[in-house]
C-alpha cells in the first residue's frame, strides 16, 4: 500500500506564506504526476495544482499565480510554495499519487485569519 504523508500546514496571517512537503513511499517517476487538493469545509474537494513527471505544471484558476509547486525526485518528495494566502484558502490540503489520484495522504490543515 502506497504511503503519504504531508506536513506544513498551520495558521497564518493573510499575506502570509506556507510551504508543504509531501512524502510518499513509491518513487515518484513511478507515477504519471503527483497533485494537490484541497477541501474547504461543507466544500468539494478540488485539485490546486499537479506536477506530470514530464514537468507539466497544472495551477487551478484561484492560485492566480501564488503558489509553486516542485518535487525532489531523489527524495520522493512533493511540495507546495503557497504566498498571499487568504483566508478563501482556509482548508485541509491533501497530496495525492496519479492523475486521476490514486493514493491520498491524510491532509494537513491550513488556516488563514483575516
Known amino acids: 500500500q502506497v504511503q503519504v504523508a504531508e506536513s506544513g500546514g498551520g495558521l497564518v496571517q493573510a499575506g502570509g506564506s506556507l510551504t508543504f512537503s509531501c512524502e510518499v513511499s513509491?518513487?515518484?517517476?513511478?507515477?504519471?504526476?503527483m497533485g494537490w487538493y484541497r477541501q474547504a469545509p461543507g466544500q468539494e474537494r478540488e485539485l490546486v495544482s499537479f506536477l506530470h513527471t514530464t514537468g507539466l505544471i497544472y495551477y487551478a484558476n484561484f492560485v492566480e499565480g501564488r503558489f509553486n509547486i516542485s518535487r525532489d525526485s531523489a527524495k520522493n518528495m512533493l511540495y507546495l510554495q503557497m504566498n498571499s494566502l487568504t483566508p478563501e484558502d482556509t482548508a485541509m490540503y491533501y497530496c495525492a499519487t496519479h492523475i486521476p489520484p490514486a493514493s491520498w495522504g491524510q491532509g494537513t490543515q491550513v488556516t488563514v485569519s483575516s
Open positions: 513509491i518513487s515518484i517517476e513511478s507515477t504519471n504526476a
